[in-house]
């Protein structure tokens, strides 16, 4: 199977809470990252967690990693219209964290 | 600063025939790397350059596709042979190490190669 999964699209109401999920396949995973790519922009990174931590908080972001179950997320509180783009989550597998390895994106869309 | 530049944003060339990206990095960034993402998927890892040397080329598909690095800033993505199934946006990143260890990769806007 693939190495990072994630669902292909999700739709939320302007001001609820988006939750985006990913699994993936590889324990030796070190880094885990969450990336969003608008249309005719480069990939911007939001965040991201080292393996040994189970919650990020940056702002509107929370980030929760359940390194049992491989198991990542990505909850946007409070989304905007401006936060409609695609999702991707990755990972990296040493330290030095040559090549990231990506999933293939949740397009989010958010109705009024 | 400026961030990550790529040329050209969008290349169209005709099946068969040889192509050249260019990648200019984050200024001072020692790793570099570039990435082809195809219509609906997420962005696959290429080749990796630490200085000039490529330290991970393992994700080049095939001996058509080379890229250089000469003196350790600009890059070029070189594709020979052009296929139909290479068009796909071509994404370069660089790096530098933070204080944490961690790695993050700044990416340019991509080319997006249209092989007809």
């Known amino acids: 199977g693939e190495d990072v999964e994630q669902s292909l699209f999700l739709s939320v109401r302007e001001g609820d809470s988006s939750v985006i999920n990913c699994t993936y396949t590889?324990?030796?995973?070190?880094?885990l990252y969450w990336y969003k790519q608008e249309p005719g922009a480069g990939l911007q990174l939001l965040t991201y967690?080292?393996?040994?931590?189970d919650m990020k908080q940056d702002q509107r972001l929370t980030v929760l990693l359940n390194k049992k179950d491989k198991h990542l997320s990505l909850r946007i509180a409070d989304t905007q219209t401006g936060d409609s783009a695609i999702y991707f989550c990755?990972?990296?597998?040493?330290?030095?964290?040559?090549?990231?390895?990506f999933g293939s994106g949740t397009r989010l869309s958010i109705r009024p | 600063g400026a961030g990550v530049s790529q040329t050209p944003s969008n290349k169209v060339t005709e099946k068969g025939k040889y192509v050249e990206l260019r990648c200019d990095p984050i200024?001072?960034?020692?790793?570099l790397y570039w990435y082809r993402q195809s219509l609906g998927q997420g962005p696959e890892f290429l080749i990796y350059?630490?200085?000039?040397?490529?330290?991970?080329d393992s994700g080049l598909p095939n001996d058509r596709f080379f890229a250089v690095r000469p003196e350790g800033s600009v890059s070029t993505l070189k594709i020979q042979r052009t296929e139909r199934g290479d068009s796909a946006v071509y994404l370069c990143?660089?790096?530098?190490?933070?204080?944490?260890?961690?790695?993050?990769?700044?990416f340019g806007p991509g080319t997006r190669l249209t092989v007809l």
């Open positions: 590889d324990s030796s995973s070190t880094y």
């Open positions: 990755a990972e990296t597998r040493t330290p030095t964290a040559s090549k990231i390895i």
């Open positions: 990143a660089s790096s530098s190490r933070s204080g944490d260890g961690h790695n993050e990769q700044f």
């Open positions: 350059f630490q200085g000039t040397g490529a330290a991970d």
């Open positions: 967690i080292f393996s040994n931590m």
């Open positions: 200024s001072g960034h020692t790793a």
